[in-house]
């Protein structure tokens, strides 16, 4: 049966870092719906217009929207086998409309207390030719592309603790949810990326 992972947890917790990491190892395509917000935002499609104002207060788009965006991408090809699941879903209302339409084999749950999300958040840098992500202390960036890093607009204190609390009131009580399905694979995200990454690993090729 072909199956799908969702990556779950706070903003900021290293889901974008581990997912390129996951989907290498497993195959499934990243789908990641912050990207593919951004990416309209950056187009000024009619959906980057009706998502601006959210992503940039830090509260959830509609989910009639994502879950639209989330149905049309899945149409596409690469989706077949499963795929990996990096920022959705977000609402339980989100959660129910995913598995109506694909089954979840687990569900990485990756935990970071808040004041280190605040910490990684306010540092992070994107390059944003090959897309790698950086922080000015944690991973510094080579001498030679700091020029053109550039930061997101949300990633500031403001914004940033409006989607903490954003988190707390509509995403993590999800982890409960998929808890009682035995679904959710706790993983102390407190730690390198590489020891997250290899704590993933151990339990993907269980
Ligand atoms: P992210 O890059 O995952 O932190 O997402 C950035 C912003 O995009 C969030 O703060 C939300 O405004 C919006 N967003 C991303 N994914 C979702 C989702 N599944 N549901 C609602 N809003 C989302």
């Known amino acids: 049966m072909t199956t799908s992972i969702v990556l779950f947890g706070p903003p900021g917790a290293g889901k974008g870092t581990q997912a390129s990491k996951i989907s290498e190892m497993t195959g499934k395509p990243q789908i990641s719906t912050g990207d593919m917000l951004r990416i309209a935002v950056s187009e000024a499609s009619d959906l980057g217009a009706k998502a601006q104002s959210y992503m940039e207060s830090g509260i959830l788009v509609p989910d009639e929207l994502i879950i639209e965006l989330i149905s ?3 149409k596409q090809e690469d989706a077949i086998n499963g795929v990996l699941f990096d920022g959705f ?8 409309a995913l598995s109506s339409i694909v089954d979840i084999s687990s569900v990485i749950s990756i935990e970071v207390p808040d004041e280190e999300i605040i910490k990684r958040i306010v540092g992070r840098r994107m390059d944003p030719i090959t897309k790698e992500i950086y922080h000015i202390s944690f991973k510094p960036a080579p001498d030679e592309i700091q020029g ?6 949300d990633d500031n204190v403001e914004t940033v603790m409006n989607r903490l609390k ?12 998929y808890d009682d399905q035995n679904l959710l694979i706790p993983i102390d995200g407190n730690k390198s990326i590489e020891e997250v990454a290899t704590d993933i690993s ?5």
């Open 202 to 206: 151990k339990f993907l090729s269980n």
């Open 72 to 74: 049309n991408r899945l």
């Open 166 to 177: 954003t988190y707390h009131q509509q995403t993590s009580p999800l982890s409960s949810w």
């Open 89 to 96: 879903p977000r609402t339980l209302n989100q959660a129910i």
């Open 148 to 153: 053109r890093l550039i930061q997101r607009k």
